[in-house]
Structure formats: structure tokens, C-alpha cells
T-cell receptor, first 110, second 114 residues
Framework: KQEVTQIPAALSVPEGENLVLNCSFT??????LQWFRQDPGKGLTSLLL?????REQTSGRLNASLDKSSGRSTLYIAASQPGDSATYLC?????????FGKGTRLSVIA | GAGVSQSPSNKVTEKGKDVELRCDPI?????LYWYRQSLGQGLEFLIY????????KSGLPSDRFSAERTGGSVSTLTIQRTQQEDSAVYLC????????????FGSGTQLSVL
């Protein structure tokens, strides 16, 4: 059974800092790994999707990497801004529908 | 439509009552998912519809929960004889085809069972 873990559970950084969010999964037989953002009281917004054959994906200040062999993915946020404050969730898709981690709650302090 | 639409956005009900939650996916998306998110918990998979295939119901927590998808579009999640532990945000998502595609989520229905 796939299990997804995110560390840390919460993170607070000053504006402008680069940061890394971590995601680990137990079953490497995945189709893809997705990163989402969730703002309070809202649904999830898809940020990046990395197919199992890919190593990384980039969108603006965001870069996500995938290492299937070690069961890890990272989300790198460059030059963080207060508007980046949200909960970030990763999810692994395989033979079962997307399995989510519990998220990392990020606060970027101006 | 422009995005996944869910209604109602909030629902307060009394223990023992039945509730229906609605999801209208993005037009043309063949895959539809229901998840729930309890306070402080991660997203819990409930059910998955893909085209005309039999739905994957493996995440439904009890036989009080059921869902249907009519005409390959709108879906309704029904909870019978609601219990307080059913209180959560129920999220619907859709994707173009299947499990290897990006998911688009609705804003959810906040269900409170008193």
C-alpha cells in the first residue's frame, strides 16, 4: 500500500529565501508524482506533474524533482514571496488513485 | 465549464439525516474523483469514475456512502444516516482521461453533522 510522507509539517521563512519541501513515497511503481497548493478554505491547485520517466519539472520559480529509486521528490521554491504562503501537498499516482501526503504548511514572512 | 464546480459549498445537517453532494467536472473530462479531508488529516480517497468503466469504490468507508455519475458528467455523492465523524470537506476532482493526468479540484463542500 502506497504511503506518502511530507517533512516538515510546517515551515516559516523570511521573504526572499529559497526553500525545499520534501516528499517521500513507499512504492516506487508510480505513474507520476504531483505537487499541489491549497489555500485556506479552498480546493487544491495543481502546480507540477512529473511523469515516472522524468527527473524534474519547472514552472516559474518552482522546480520539482523526482527520484523513483529512493522514493523521493522535492519542491524547490526560489525567491519566496508572502503570496507563496499556503499548504503544499504531494501525491503519488500508481495502480491506486492519487495518494496524498498530509502537506507542508508554508509561511513566508514579509 | 471553466473549472470543477461543487455544490453546496457548505452543508449543515443533523445526525441521522441523508445528504447529497454534487460535482460538475470540467467539460470533456472523463475521469472524476471524490476525496474527503478531515481537520488535520490528509486527503482520503473515496471513489473514482473513469468513462464507462465500473467505478473504483475501494475508498468508500462504509455502505452509508455511495456515488453515481450520470451521463459521464455530473456526479452525486450520497451519505445516508450521517454521523458526526462524517464531518469533513468533500473534494471533487476531474482529469482529462485517467490516473496519469493532472487533476483539477473543485473548492469542496464543507459538511458539518451536528
Amino acid at each position: 500500500k502506497q504511503e506518502v510522507t511530507q517533512i516538515p509539517a510546517a515551515l516559516s521563512v523570511p521573504e526572499g529565501e529559497n526553500l525545499v519541501l520534501n516528499c517521500s513515497f513507499t512504492d516506487s511503481a508510480i505513474y507520476n508524482l504531483q505537487w499541489f497548493r491549497q489555500d485556506p478554505g479552498k480546493g487544491l491547485t495543481s502546480l507540477l506533474l512529473i511523469q515516472s520517466s522524468q527527473r524534474e519539472q519547472t514552472s516559474g520559480r518552482l522546480n520539482a524533482s523526482l527520484d523513483k529509486s529512493s522514493g523521493r521528490s522535492t519542491l524547490y521554491i526560489a525567491a519566496s514571496q508572502p503570496g507563496d504562503s499556503a499548504t503544499y501537498l504531494c501525491a503519488a499516482s500508481g495502480n491506486t488513485p492519487l495518494v496524498f501526503g498530509k502537506g507542508t504548511r508554508l509561511s513566508v514572512i514579509a | 465549464g471553466a473549472g470543477v464546480s461543487q455544490s453546496p459549498s457548505n452543508k449543515v445537517t443533523e445526525k441521522g439525516k441523508d445528504v447529497e453532494l454534487r460535482c460538475d467536472p470540467i467539460s470533456g473530462h472523463t475521469a472524476l474523483y471524490w476525496y474527503r479531508q478531515s481537520l488535520g488529516q490528509g486527503l482520503e480517497f473515496l471513489i473514482y469514475f473513469q468513462g464507462n468503466s465500473a467505478p473504483d469504490k475501494s475508498g468508500l468507508p462504509s455502505d452509508r456512502f455511495s456515488a453515481e455519475r450520470t451521463g459521464g458528467s455530473v456526479s452525486t455523492l450520497t451519505i445516508q444516516r450521517t454521523q458526526q465523524e462524517d464531518s469533513a470537506v468533500y473534494l471533487c476532482a476531474s482529469s482529462r482521461q485517467g490516473r496519469d493526468e493532472k487533476l483539477f479540484f473543485g473548492s469542496g463542500t464543507q459538511l458539518s453533522v451536528l
